[in-house]
């Protein structure tokens, strides 16, 4: 069994769009309002994780599309990367999808996708796996495809001989449904009170107040 490290590298990886919908839902901010890099210090902290580097991944839309987020987005990925965050992005795709009204009619809407944010993820968690390049994976996301990658993690860490763990973060709270982390994974729990003090203030966009405020 190979020897738990005392001090473990960490990197941190964050999937933008998955981490938003599960703090709306949890918390009720409608707005993407986390301070990435002070959320990733305070769970890393209380777990005694040493903190390497820092991923963020998200989809943004073309300005054409949504001129609001489209600007919201750069700005924001903008500050991340002065701070030393490492950030991916890639343009969201729309498609017309159907959705059955309770009068038995149907409306279409336009609905945003990402492509390839979690293929990149994936990639990027297993290579630096690979390149001994951290201990820790802490995956700030719920997306179950991830688990593949849990998998392959502990393949990995039997190979090589030594000791790599992947942890999946996520908010949690009465309202939330969703109390599951990534299969194969250890579950690491975001409560209200550790979310609101990693709160970024900075105004990027033409966001309401009310979206960015506790």
Not at 38 to 50: D, I, K, N, T
Not at 65 to 93: C, H, P, Q, V, Y
Not at 180 to 189: D, F, L, Q, S, Y
């Amino acid at each position: 069994m190979p020897k738990e490290p005392e001090i473990k590298r960490t990197y941190v990886f964050v999937d933008g769009q998955n981490l938003f919908h599960a703090v709306k839902d949890a918390f009720g901010y409608t707005y993407p309002n986390y301070d990435v890099k002070r959320l990733s210090e305070a769970v890393c902290s209380a777990r005694g994780l040493s903190i390497e580097k820092i991923f963020f991944y998200t989809g943004v839309p073309e300005a054409s599309d949504d001129e609001k987020w489209n600007s919201f987005w750069n700005a924001k990925l903008a500050n991340m990367g002065r701070t030393g965050i490492n950030t991916f992005s890639r343009a969201l795709r729309y498609r017309n999808q159907n959705v059955k009204l309770p009068d038995g009619s149907v409306f279409t809407t336009l609905v945003a996708q990402e492509k390839g944010i979690d293929v990149r993820i994936a990639l990027d968690i297993v290579r630096f796996a690979r390149e001994g390049f951290y201990d820790v994976a802490l995956v700030f996301s719920q997306d179950q495809d991830l688990s593949e990658v849990a998998d392959e993690i502990k393949s990995i860490s039997k190979d090589q001989k030594r000791w790599i763990k992947v942890a999946c973060a996520y908010p949690v709270s009465p309202t939330y449904s969703n109390r599951r982390g990534i299969n194969g994974t250890e579950w690491v729990k975001i409560d209200r009170e550790t979310y609101n003090s990693c709160i970024d203030m900075r105004r990027y966009g033409k966001e309401n107040k009310k979206d960015v405020l506790p």
